[in-house]
T-cell receptor, first 111, second 115 residues
Framework: KAGVTQTPRYLIKTRGQQVTLSCSPISGHRSVSWYQQTPGQGLQFLFEYFSETQRNKGNFPGRFSGRQFSNSRSEMNVSTLELGDSALYLC??????????FGPGTRLLVL | AQSVTQPDIHITVSEGASLELRCNYSYGATPYLFWYVQSPGQGLQLLLKYFSGDTLVQGIKGFEAEFKRSQSSFNLRKPSVHWSDAAEYFCAVVGLVGAGNKLTFGGGTRVLVKP
């Protein structure tokens, strides 16, 4: 069974731009969660989608948004990028409220 | 609110020696507990998990962890470390009901393996 895939793997943007990251979950998994990883703040929960609905949201500004499609694929969008948004963005999928399996991440650099 | 503490930021261990990584959690009820490992530039790989039952759980790559409710701990162990175990290790907790799938992570412990 294929694992969680994330595209793109690397991204360079400039301040003020927006970015969209994509995540394809493991087949049969309906929950997709997003996390931001930075050296200073560690791993922080962004949001979770289940059956196309946002089920949980972390403490991030409204510039961070996401959505989930009927095939469970998910995208997250960051608008008006700031230097501090440079991070590794990790997506995880799960079948139910249990084990989350992570993708390789998208490394975003904001210049 | 749930929280996870990993007291050791770095640990250096010799190849072949034993390894123990500490994890303490704070949660009102019985949590679901996880250990993940991250190699440089990679995502997180699940090592093992505890939901209920036997408090000593076995994982992949020869790792095991013991859940101790009285100490709110979930320490990870490996009897003999290999050079390939050099990585960063994260302990995490997820609430049982109403919290969806929000994982709360500890700050991580970076393991260096000396030849």
């Amino acid at each position: 069974k294929a694992g969680v895939t994330q595209t793109p793997r690397y991204l360079i943007k400039t301040r003020g731009q927006q970015v969209t990251l994509s995540c394809s979950p493991i087949s049969g998994h309906r929950s997709v969660s997003w996390y931001q990883q930075t050296p200073g703040q560690g791993l922080q929960f962004l949001f979770e989608y289940f059956s196309e609905t946002q089920r949980n949201k972390g403490n991030f500004p409204g510039r961070f948004s996401g959505r989930q499609f009927s095939n469970s694929r998910s995208e997250m969008n960051v608008s008006t990028l700031e230097l501090g948004d440079s991070a590794l963005y990790l997506c995880a999928s799960s079948k139910n409220q249990e084990t989350q399996y992570f993708g390789p991440g998208t490394r975003l650099l904001v210049l | 609110a749930q929280s996870v503490t990993q007291p050791d930021i770095h640990i250096t261990v010799s190849e072949g020696a034993s390894l123990e990584l500490r994890c303490n959690y704070s949660y009102g009820a019985t949590p679901y507990l996880f250990w993940y490992v991250q190699s440089p530039g990679q995502g997180l790989q699940l090592l093992l998990k505890y939901f209920s039952g036997d408090t000593l759980v076995q994982g992949i790559k020869g790792f095991e962890a013991e859940f101790k409710r009285s100490q709110s701990s979930f320490n990870l162990r490996k009897p003999s470390v290999h050079w390939s175990d050099a990585a960063e290790y994260f302990c995490a907790v997820v609430g049982l009901v109403g919290a969806g799938n929000k994982l709360t992570f500890g700050g991580g412990t970076r393991v260096l393996v000396k030849p």
